[in-house]
């Protein structure tokens, strides 16, 4: 059995503000979830499951290897809602090197299915070995369970570890071998659990607390019950009518002791010594509300009485009350030997201590403890505090010897920590114990020795923990719980012991500055195989490199190579380069993927341009040109909203209709379709402003230049003619052209009209057309000029506006006709066929009638 000195409360904190992290370097080494499973990591079969709020080891199935036990209280097994359930999972000399394991589609080892709606089996869990056999056993409580018309009494159930133990176990249908209940309505029997040989007999003793047992008249004082090991444990048990081997009494009303129980060999007897905390009780002296009081209680072969009064009993051996109003103290108790003189130390948690965010303090094992220590006026030993992340620091304390030096070490948990991966991911600092820690221990001011971080918000990972060993190699292992991880059904992270790590990073993480032709480097170590060289794997900013990279380099041994590498491209200006680094050590076990990032310096400078089209300079362009050219920008590229073309006084811009682009912002290329023509020999001026995406945008100086378009070498051009060439006109028709000039335009004084060798000019009506690109002309013939009979030559000549006047001389042939109708007469008076005309009138020919 490994036996790991931590126990647990729950309590949900939801935070609302996101807390700074008040230094940036928390540990020599790091563990972050949010790009690394762990080990072996498990996640809850649904959401609210509470999967890993409690966590127990042990060799159950007496492989070798260390098995995890977790608890899921508000699973829902056959529709018990709130019924609860628990998982093992074996551990083995081959345990995966990297395994996630989804319970919603996999299964655990053995799994255990609450009995009843809102039993809440796995709120807290134990393994010991009760029967003292090859086999640890496993004990699981379900302290809301209500039976035979008592509620919420609490049961506990014993099953027998065995090498055969396998599937799903329905402890509604008997799938346990023993089965505690608790006395009393409301009692919440099991809410802690221990597994302990406080008698020295080989054999585990189950420690059960129901911190909501009454004593008449104390309500809530609380009592824990010890029943002793035996190679022939009941298999049932009910204290409404039974007794255990030793019952511990609550010393006042509301104390809820039990809340937490701990064993360590406090005082060097070999004995296991109880701790058992009371987290509520109030030092009316000083008038401390709930500051709480721990009781410590010598283990032994035989106790006096069989009921123990942690009032006035001889039994305690010492008393601890908590310094404050709050501090809760009880709440969280550990033991192990920190400084390793033999004696296992106490560690106990004030919640109110450092303005409410928790302070861990140390009482050391000693031969003599005093009967009464008041932490309002004395001090621990040693204290730890610091780190002010959020949430209370050391919510859930583990001590064990993790690097096995003789030395116990402390893993602190803060699981509603705010982190870099979100509001209460939760966090767990390790400091390693030595024969002389600092009195106080700062994580302000002093680095952790190692830090796990959790995977995303709300997970509340640290909220339980356990050593273990779960490959069966030399090398302690840990497991711990974030209850709300893994989609909110809970996960599990189990770190091998033993693996390889980093340090020395350069540029560090969240380095800030950097140059963007910096180099990257650091030291890769493993204490016990060595590093595999040829198995590190590098990314920087999405490249990979390996050791046999051209830009890779490495010196050292397998217990501590350096190694260098020089990206194959600078990086951007104000680049977040993320890097990635993975290996193993020479026995094949992977190092916990490291991932961090840094900055690199600010963009200075401005974007540029090049590739002009037209060149500046240039002559000869054609009217209906474009322009385009290309805008650079080496750091966080061109912001294109920023890019301002003025064409001879004529503006564009991103959102212009004339505006267009393609590329990325590094390399934008524009083109301008101006919406007119340019003009004939027109010098054409350009001018290019643009700006960077910079915070701290660099301006580009205005970048000017000019060409001049092509002269205007085309004339004019009569489009039409009415009538047209070769058709016939009578002697009076009427003639009409448009000339029109797409340069510079048609000179009307230019306008010229022949009627064969005469210049009918003087007499041309002249309008402009309606293209607005030239004239409309037109002749009519007077009675004194009608045409003559026969062909007609029709001559236009004229010129356009260009500096150099281009000529048009345009000429068609018309047909003149004669008249083939006769004469008539019109307008007579009197009219035609008059009867009453008189008689002296005359016709307008000068008759008679």
Known sequence: MTMNFHVKFFK????????????????????????????????????YDYFGHAIATGDVNGDGAEDILVGAFYADPNDRSGGGCAYLFLGNSTSSQQRLLNLAQESADVKFLGPANNSQLGKSVAIGNVNNDAYDDIIIAAPYHSENGIQTRGAVYVILGSSTLTGVKDLAAGGYDSKILGAGPEDQFGLSLLASDLNHDNFDDIIIASPYADQSPKVNCGKIYVFWGSSQFPSSIDLANQTADLTIVGEATNDKAGFALCSGNVNGDNYFDLLIGAPSATIDAVQRSNAGIVYLIAGKANYASSTIELSASQEVISKFYGGLSFSSLGKTIATGDVNGDNYDDILLTDFAGNNNKGVVGIVL?????PAEIDFAYSAYNNTISGGEMGGILGEDLLV????????????????????DNGNSSGLVYLIKGKQFLPTDYNLNTENADELYLGSSAENRFGFSMSALKFNKDSKKDVCFGAPEGGYSAGQIFTVLGGLPYILNKNPEHKAHRVEVDTTVSFDLYDDDEGVDINSVHVVIGGVEYTSTSPNFSYSGTPSKYSVTIVPVERFGYDQIVDVTVNCDDLAGWHMPTESYYFRTREDTDAPYTARWVPAPDSTNIAVDANVTFHIYDDGEGVNLNSVVVNINGTIYTADSTNFSYSGTPNDYYIQIDP????????IVNVSI??????????????????????????????????????????QKSTLQFEIIDIGAGVNRSSINFYLDQTNLTPFLNIVPNSSGNGFVAQYTPTTQNYYSLGDHKLRVVAYDQASTPNMADTSITVICIPDHEPPY??????????????????DRSGYKH
């Not at 979830?33 to 996640?43: G, H, L, R, T, V």
């Not at 919406?675 to 027109?682: A, V």
């Open 689 to 730: 402003d643009a700006a960077d995406n910079s915070a701290n945008a660099n301006i580009m100086s205005t970048f000017r230049y000019s060409f001049t378009c092509v002269d205007d070498t085309i004339p004019p051009i009569v489009v039409s003619w009415d009538p047209a060439d070769g058709d016939t006109i009578s």
């Open 365 to 369: 094992g000693n031969i003599t403890l």
């Open 825 to 842: 007469t019109q307008n007579h008076f009197p009219v035609k066929y008059e009867t009453e005309a008189a008689t002296n009138t005359r």
């Open 12 to 47: 949900v904190v939801t935070v609302l503000i996101m807390i700074v992290f008040a230094r940036q370097s928390f540990a020599e080494k790091k563990y972050d979830f949010s790009n690394w499973q762990s080990n072996f990591s498990a996640i809850g079969e649904k959401s």
């Open 400 to 419: 064990t010897d993790i690097n096995n030096d003789t030395y116990a070490d402390i893993f602190i948990g803060v699981p509603n920590a705010n982190t």
């Open 675 to 682: 919406p007119m023509d340019f003009s004939f020999g027109e």
